[in-house]
């Protein structure tokens, strides 16, 4: 809505009020840098916060105009689809950007999620787990496809991918 | 009146309206509007790139949710409306507005101030001229007003098939404006659709529909939007109201989520009886102690003499003695005045009917908890599909923004982690059974014998009892031994049985249950024990009240005819006597509420010691000691204490159960335990966090709490029959309590339809209660009951059918998938034994090799060859890079197309 825009413009501003520009009006090719992005109170603490900036911004390094910005927002806002959410999801979640979530990026997702506390074979065997549960044509990765239809029968996708601001 | 209209609008509709408005304005107020939106949201809307083109109607639509979009068109329509007839107006004149402005009356003063405000325009543009925004605006406003021309033009040469294919349009584009947010496009692209979208609508939506049925679609989406947001604040509202929230979650974090179900058990405990506090100190407790006789003014309400002394004695008043006795905590202070108060409140119907109403209350609850909680079983039964990648996926909650809540969720997620792995090697595990099945055995055995043995014990120490309530030579062991025995037998009992079932060596969660039950039937024999002590008690109390009755009758004659000898006068009423002194009987409502009371009391006193004892001192022991001990304590042999859910819960089933049998007889004990569990939910939060230690084998609670539930309504069911007896048959006392001197306590309200109830009500009550009439209730019940149950059994077998099927065929297309694979494999070994067919031969022997080395498979596939399209489709989309899927064993170069795709993700080529 208006207001959310308003809101998410000002936030925006406040990671950078020497950078960010008033006015808009003219539209002026303002990035911030991930650094900046990444130390957002919303973001600090989310193991994910590089991937979601990167997936986002349209240069793929993190760096987002204000755009972006918005876009993350409304992806991440309670309002958007279930189908849009789980795109972004998949996006997130594949590290390697090569629109399969193999098993490295099970792994990264999994260490990052529990800090490295799992041992070798409990990840492993968590990764293996995974690909067979959720890999409906057997190729050993999970496809865009494979992870919406496991992630919209997840009770509480919706309630956890979303920040709110 | 017309400024605040507007302004509504432009709140609305967004920029859009406010830009109309602000034209036809004079100077000041334009300045006015200009103050108050601040020029940071100006320049927020400024900056896309589509409003330098767009102007008004991007410029607000840009990326809002559809429904305000919808309603900003909406808006937009009736300002396009307003154009229209004012450019038809500018010639025709006034008069003629009215047939097309049908009853847009808000819309004639617009158009009002429209005609007004371009004569102001005129003026105002060299004033204004330095505002190239305000310049702009204009030019659109131009450009619009073109557009809207147009399009009355049309609407008035438009035929109905005409207006129909528009309205398709409009609407088709309308969805597109309202799905826009569902593309996973980039802000520009989207933007670009959405304008062209927009424009669009614009220019025809203002064709279709009649002008009243408009304002009120725009009204109703509104309201709807108000509505949705009105409804989340109200969720986010009562979300936020949960008590407790954080700690359980904090909990929950460092103790899996057993530990924290716990926890959300006692949490609901807590909240109901709330409601049951709320009801038995609303309706019984306070209008007694309001409206009621006060303290002394009847003997029920005083301290018999021989008492008085000793009965502000801390250890008297300890056991519910003295003043307690006689006070709003028990039964026996309430008077039996059919109405009390200038409000005529009638307190023994409803002291009667909070009784009933608590057991009626909480069995709904209950059984509606149950339900709720199966409809979220059943929802999440199919999880053992994805829980790992549910898990993986799903777990992180990305609305954690403090340092310390990630931890948390770190630790909770790495916990929930291991839960699963542990589930998972448990099935897939299997060892020795026969020696297992003998632990089991064994173990059951062992148990049967503690069982018996406690049973006997209990047995033996109410017997005992029985005998020592004769004697007054009493030590203070003696008096409370049957408390001790059973507080010891609690205390040994459950940790006894935790180390046998041990051998059992169970999935901890089945483990947890089988404790569970286990202890249950343990507490169950004591309650019943307790229970059956309780009615020879009463029994003996019944004989003795009507000699006592007898004999206080009696006292009063004599009284009454000492004193009328005494004063030689026998036309002066006596004074009364002194509510002290009157002989009063036992009152055995009051003396079973007492032993309840007491009873939770010392279970309150006894579950706080073990805390503090078992795990509090020992957490601080093992802590501080273990410096300066020769092992090592935190490790060996005495470690921390874990926490003990089986215990912990049925410790509250059963303190829950002793308050539903007591409440009736002593309504302050509602009091008490509400007080007990907000006090034991912090004291048990603090004490799980600061001594215990996680579980060596975390597991998940099952998701549902019904096997909790299952016991609170046993539990429940158990502690209602005897208090209904006791409402049912028998008499209440004569001297005490709401319902002295009648026969049943039931009698009051027989008393209450006879008296305050119309006669007819009387009558029709006397023939619900017809047998002749229950009895077909009953039948036609029993029936309902049968039906549903067959129903829901139908339901699930079909249920049951489809989760097969769906299962069946997913491990088909796995299946088919293997074999492909499988086949490739079969070919590819045929392909290294012939090294040198390298370029041509791939294609051929496929076709035959594929049904022979596996005939099952192919039998298989025909019945899936619908499938086959399907599939063929999910692997197109799903394999954009062809090479990205080739296998490294094999490469590329040589073996062309045909292999690759008798790899085989289509179907098998037939």
Request: glycine share 8%.
């Amino acid at each position: 809505t208006r207001k959310e825009i308003l809101r998410l413009f000002y936030r925006y501003r406040d990671l950078a009020p020497q950078l960010v520009p008033l006015d808009y009006t003219n539209h002026p090719d303002v990035k911030l840098p991930y650094e900046l992005i990444g130390s957002m109170p919303e973001l600090k603490d989310n193991p994910f916060r590089q991937r979601i900036a990167e997936v986002f911004s349209e240069d793929g390094e993190g760096n987002m105009t204000l755009d972006d910005f918005l876009d993350m927002f409304s992806v991440l806002s309670e309002m958007a689809p279930r189908d849009l959410k789980a795109y972004y999801a998949f996006k997130i979640y594949d590290f390697n950007n090569d629109d399969f979530i193999c098993k490295s990026d099970l792994e990264k997702t999994l260490n990052k999620l529990t800090r490295n506390e799992l041992t070798e074979d409990e990840v492993r065997m968590v990764c293996e787990k995974v690909i067979d549960e959720a890999d409906l044509d057997n190729d050993g990765r999970l496809s865009l496809e494979d992870f919406q239809h496991m992630i919209v029968r997840a009770p509480d996708f919706l309630s956890t991918f979303h920040i709110r601001i | 009146q017309r400024r605040p209209n507007r302004r509504q609008a432009g709140g609305r509709g967004g920029a859009k309206g406010r830009g109309r408005g602000k034209k036809p304005a004079s100077d000041d107020e334009d300045e006015d509007e200009e103050d108050e939106a601040p020029r940071g949201r100006r320049g927020a809307n400024r900056k896309k790139p589509a409003k330098k083109r767009g102007g008004d109607d991007e410029d607000e639509s840009e990326d809002e949710p559809p429904k305000r979009k919808r309603g900003g068109a909406a808006n937009k329509k009736k300002g396009g409306k307003a154009q229209d007839s004012d450019d038809d107006d500018s010639d025709v004149g006034k008069g003629k507005k009215g047939k097309k402005g049908g009853g847009r009356k808000g819309k004639k003063e617009e158009e009002e101030e429209e005609t007004k405000g371009k004569k102001g325009d005129g003026k105002g543009k060299g004033k204004d001229k330095g505002k190239d925004k305000d310049d702009d605006k204009d030019k659109k406003k131009k450009k619009k007003k073109g557009d809207s021309s147009n399009s009355s033009e049309e609407e008035e040469s438009m035929s109905e098939g005409e207006m129909a294919r528009l309205m398709e349009e409009v609407e088709e584009k309308k969805k597109l404006i309202a799905n826009i947010r569902n593309k996973p496009w980039r802000m520009q692209r989207r933007l670009k659709h959405l304008k062209e979208a927009q424009e669009f609508v614009d220019k025809f939506e203002g064709a279709l529909g009649k002008g009243k049925g408009r304002k009120w679609y725009a009204y109703k989406v509104m309201m709807t939007k108000k509505w949705i947001k009105f409804q989340r604040d109200f969720e986010n509202f009562r979300t936020a109201c949960i008590p407790w929230e954080r700690k359980i979650k904090e909990v929950e974090s460092h103790f899996g989520s057993s530990v924290a179900s716990y926890f959300i058990f006692l949490r609901w405990m807590y909240g109901m009886n709330l409601v049951l506090f709320g009801f038995t100190f609303g309706l019984v407790v306070i209008p007694e102690v309001l409206m009621g006789l006060p303290y002394g003014s009847i003997p029920r309400k005083t301290v018999p003499r021989a008492e008085q002394d000793t009965a502000q004695d801390y250890s008297v008043l300890m056991d519910f003695n003295g003043y307690c006795k006689y006070s709003v905590l028990f039964y026996g202070y309430y008077n039996n005045q059919r109405t009390i108060g200038v409000l005529k409140f009638r307190l023994p119907l409803s002291y009667l009917m909070v009784g009933i109403g608590t057991f009626g209350y909480s069995l709904m609850l209950v059984i509606r908890t149950m339900a709720k909680n199966a409809d979220v079983g059943g929802g999440d039964g199919e999880d053992s599909d994805f829980t790992f990648a549910w898990k993986m996926f799903t777990s992180w909650d990305y609305l954690i923004g403090n340092a310390e809540t990630a931890d948390n969720k770190y630790a909770s997620i790495t916990t929930s982690f291991k839960e699963s792995i542990v589930d998972e090697q448990e099935n897939q595990k299997d060892e020795n059974i026969h020696l297992r099945r003998f632990l089991r055995v064994l173990a059951n055995f062992l148990i049967t014998c503690s069982l018996g043995g406690s049973g006997y014990l209990i047995y033996f120490v109410v017997k005992r009892s029985q005998e020592f309530a004769t004697r007054d030579d009493l030590s203070w062991y003696e008096k409370n031994e049957m408390e001790i025995v059973m507080s010891l037998l609690g205390l040994v009992c459950p940790p006894l049985f935790e180390t046998i079932a041990e051998l059992e060596d169970y999935h901890p969660r089945i483990a947890l249950k089988w404790q569970l039950g286990r202890i249950f039937a343990l507490f169950l024999g004591n309650l019943y024990t307790f229970l059956f002590a309780l009615f020879d008690e009463v029994n003996t109390k019944l004989e003795e009240e009507q000699a006592i009755k007898n004999a206080s009758i009696w006292a009063m004659k004599e009284y009454y005819a000492n004193y009328s000898r005494l004063m030689n006068d026998s036309e002066a009423t006596p004074p009364p006597m002194d509510p002290a002194d009157v002989i009063r009987g036992p009152c055995w409502e009051t003396a079973v509420g007492i032993e309840f009371v007491k009873l939770t009391v010392s279970d309150i006193q006894v579950s706080y010691l073990t805390i503090l004892i078992g795990d509090f001192a020992r957490a601080v022991i093992v802590r501080f000691l273990n410096y300066c001990w020769c092992w090592d304590l935190e490790a060996g042999f005495p470690s921390y204490g874990e926490f003990d859910i089986s215990g912990n819960v049925l410790g509250l089933v059963f303190n829950q159960g002793m308050i539903w049998m007591g409440a009736f007889y002593a309504p302050g004990l509602v009091g008490i335990n509400v007080l007990r569990l907000l006090s034991s939910m912090y004291y048990q939060c603090w004490a799980v966090m600061a001594t215990n230690v996680p579980h060596e084998r975390v597991f998940k609670a099952s998701k549902s709490n019904n096997f909790y539930m299952g016991l609170l309504l046993l539990v429940l069911f158990l502690s209602l029959l005897p208090v209904v007896y006791t409402i049912m048959t028998l008499p209440p006392s004569f001297d005490c309590g709401p319902f002295s001197g009648k026969d049943k306590m039931f009698d009051v309200v027989m008393e209450t339809i006879d008296l305050d109830l119309p006669a007819f009500m009387g009558t029709l009550f006397s023939y619900a209660a017809n047998p002749g009439l229950i009895i077909p209730a009953v039948l036609l019940m029993v029936l309902a009951i049968y039906y549903l149950n067959s129903v829901s059994e139908a339901y699930q077998n079909s249920n049951m059918e489809l989760k097969k099927k769906m299962k069946m065929a997913r491990d088909e297309e796995k299946n088919r998938r293997n074999n492909a694979d499988t086949t490739n494999q079969v070919m590819k070994d045929l392909e290294d034994l012939l090294p040198n067919r390298s370029l041509i031969p791939p294609d051929p022997p496929e076709p035959e090799k594929l049904p022979e080395p596996e005939p099952k498979p192919t039998k298989t596939k025909p019945g899936s060859a619908g499938k086959g399209v399907n599939l063929q489709k999910d692997v197109a989309l799903a394999s954009p890079n062809p090479n990205a899927r080739a296998p490294v064993s094999r490469p590329p170069g040589p073996r062309g197309p045909g292999p690759g795709r008798g790899r085989g993700r289509g179907p098998p080529p037939r």
